[in-house]
């Protein structure tokens, strides 16, 4: 049984990441999505309001996907987990750089453990959580790159903010 986790910040999940956990859960047996609660990050999203959106649009479509929260090493957590595999979704060539000293880092500290890249669809490949921040903080449309409780979430949180 492979286990593999997605890491990251959801902050807030899009549609690049919902591309990413389908093709995960269609190659390895348990896919855990696991959000980063970094307290030196201030985030638009609180950790419980990112884990009720994602499990609403996950649970019902991937019931190998389960929705969860880790802090400190990555690979701690992955080893905790039984995860046999890192999940990260590349973009483009400039997410690479990055990318690549993370995923050797991580190697280095736990050579068992394997990190996998993703190629989203390439309609997504300009997406990202912070975009879609900016864009819906200034009244622009977000519609078709986020799910739609997103979109929702995000109208009520620049609504409020006025
Ligand atoms: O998608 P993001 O928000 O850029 O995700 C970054 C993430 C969560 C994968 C990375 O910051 C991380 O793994 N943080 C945990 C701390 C850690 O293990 N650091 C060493 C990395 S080599």
Do not use: W
Not at 105 to 112: H, K, V, W, Y
């Amino acid at each position: 049984m492979t286990t593999a986790i997605y890491p990251g910040s959801f902050d807030p999940l899009t549609f690049g990441h919902v591309d990413v956990i389908e093709r995960s859960a269609r190659l390895f047996d348990h896919v855990i999505v696991s959000i980063l609660t970094n307290p030196q990050k201030s985030a638009l999203f609180s950790v419980d309001e990112r884990i009720e959106i994602m499990q609403d649009i996950l649970k019902p479509r991937f019931p190998n996907v389960e929705v969860a929260v880790f802090h400190g090493l990555l690979v701690e957590y992955a080893r905790q987990r039984n995860a046999q595999v890192i999940v990260r979704g590349i973009r483009a060539v400039t997410d690479y750089e990055y990318e690549f000293q993370m995923a050797l880092m991580n190697r280095r500290l736990a050579p068992g453990i394997e990190t996998v890249f993703m190629m989203p669809a390439e309609n997504y490949s300009y997406l990202s959580s912070r975009l879609v921040k900016e864009i819906a903080e200034l009244g622009g449309s977000v519609a078709g790159l986020v799910p739609e409780i997103v979109e929702k979430r995000l109208k009520q949180r620049f609504r409020k903010g006025k």
